[in-house]
T-cell receptor, first 113, second 110 residues
């Protein structure tokens, strides 16, 4: 069964460093998403991506964040200068179409020290 | 009214029990709804999709009441493995932003 994959599973970085989180969505899916979940809190939408551009982003997704689909399979989230409060689980998801079921990757736990 | 609200729980039920959770939403234009389950420190996993009035899959039944703007999830014959947090999720109308409820925690006890 096709699944969304994410790497790394855990990333530890120092404040101010850049991190890139990687995702491989399900191959026939067209919509891609990034979410974050701070420990003990609800899942929060960051950004959606379709047809090689951002279709929607939340207020969390400020200038420190960027997304890219560098090739036909990978979908990346970059945080330019990490802050302590960026520590969270970051989930990638994909869906076949707008408003349809999303399938989530296993997440990357980001720890900023 | 908040964008989405869920029964806070936790629900502690014995094995074999029937349990139901509710999720209320504020935007009457919302069209599709999803129930996900999330285990501790894991990703949300799709449990059920609801595009019309409801859906049933084995022990799980989801019902949508558009007039009252809530969706429910009923679990029959609870198993220990049903212990998880259940998330009510739906896309914002006209957008690509999915709204997640805060979740309802279920513990099924032996």
């Amino acid at each position: 069964e096709p699944e969304v994959t994410q790497t790394p599973s855990h990333q530890v970085t120092q404040m101010g460093q850049e991190v890139i989180l990687r995702c491989v969505p399900i191959s026939n899916h067209l919509y891609f998403y990034w979410y974050r979940q701070i420990l003990g809190q609800k899942v929060e939408f960051l950004v959606s991506f379709y047809n090689n551009e951002i279709s929607e982003k939340s207020e969390i997704f400020d200038d420190q964040f960027s997304v890219e689909r560098p090739d036909g399979s990978n979908f990346t989230l970059k945080i330019r200068s990490t802050k302590l409060e960026d520590s969270a689980m970051y989930f990638c998801a994909s869906s076949v179409g707008s408003g349809f079921e999303q399938y989530f990757g296993p997440g990357t736990r980001l720890t900023v020290t | 009214r908040k964008e989405v609200e869920q029964d806070p729980g936790p629900f502690n039920v014995p094995e074999g029990a029937t349990v139901a959770f509710n999720c209320t939403y504020s935007n009457s234009a919302s069209q599709s709804f999803f129930w996900y389950r999330q285990d501790c420190r894991k990703e949300p996993k799709l449990l059920m999709s609801v595009y019309s009035s409801g859906n049933e899959d084995g022990r799980f039944t989801a019902q949508l009441n558009r007039a009252s703007q809530y969706i429910s999830l009923l679990i029959r014959d609870s198993k220990l493995s049903d212990s998880a947090t259940y998330l009510c999720v739906f896309p914002k109308p006209g957008g690509q932003n999915f709204v997640f409820g805060p979740g309802t925690r279920l513990s099924v006890l032996p």
